[in-house]
């Protein structure tokens, strides 16, 4: 296919890059030349001729772009997306914004009824805490879910189109009505960066003998606060109802809280209810693959901060012929000290465990040395 990107950020670059890879003909637009000339030398695609940047030109063989991709932010969507609507009257656009209600009802202002049956809402559910092109990655939407909002009246080839495009990418392919998907996003993306922001901000003034301290469970919850404050300031907005929505829910859980930590009567069973009713819905997040959720065994490993040695470790994991389902590192506060959590299924724990120790690694706390104990 000949698809044409506007905006050469991460998502737009990234998306060239892989499509690319799959020997489309990949076009590059950006308001910024240096950002789309980066984005070309990078290999996403190759930069739109300056011929035809004019009406004009579009409808001619020489730029006749089959789906037009918008990925610029998202406060100049709905503008750019009615803009390309009108220039490659015979293209479908589709677009990679993370909110899409209100994207929608701002292109139905602007654009033709028959415009409008080109247009096909999109968003790919992955990025990363950098943006930019120079942080683009060709397998960016590898395994992850790429909705797309159609209805009944959408024609099933340009539909078809969007679709085949987004597979090329690796992705899972998923239906939503805009609605549903933007209070879903709420509560699995727009709410969570919120409050890892929230949590960071905490951080600003402690002391560094006390910020010292952190480990992983800080920097898993606090992982995205590294985000660009006006891409999401403008997200946020974006989804304001439905992100206020969900935060008023978190507020009313968030003063009980509170108001039990003053350790009146019956203060520990509403602590215990809050950390349960946070088990019960982590349980319910995707397992691996997408699949349903799964409990793994993990095995903790301490290792040499060396060069070579998580490539070692995994070695001798493969030598033994057992699947790692999952894996997580920390640092040894004040040591060059590695520790390693790996995750298996917990029928073979065990077996990891002795082969391990076999091979000479260092387990603080095994499953067989507990198991000796009772």
Known sequence: MRVHIIGTGLLGASLGLALSEKRHHVTLEDTSPTAQQLAADLGAGRVKPARDAVVEDATEESFRPDIVVVATPPDVAARVIATALATYPDATVTDVASVKTRLLESVKELVTESQLDRYIGCHPMAGRERSGAIA???????????????????????????????????????????????AAVAKVSHVPQVVASLVASQLRHAPLEEIALAGQGLRDVTRIAASDPGLWTQILSGNAEEVRSVLKALRTELDEVIEALELGPGSTGLLAKAIALGNEGHDRIPGKHGQPPTTYAVVTILVPDRPGILAQLFKDIGDLDINVEDFRMDHASGRKLGIVDVSVVPAIQQELEIGLLSKGWQIPESAIEKEGTA
């Open 136 to 182: 683009a990655q060709s397998d960016l939407f590898t395994a992850r879910p790429w909705v797309i909002c159609s209805d009944e009246s959408t024609p099933a080839d340009r539909l078809g189109e969007v679709i085949a495009m987004a597979e090329d990418t690796g992705a899972s392919v998923i239906h939503l009505d805009p609605h549903i998907h933007d």
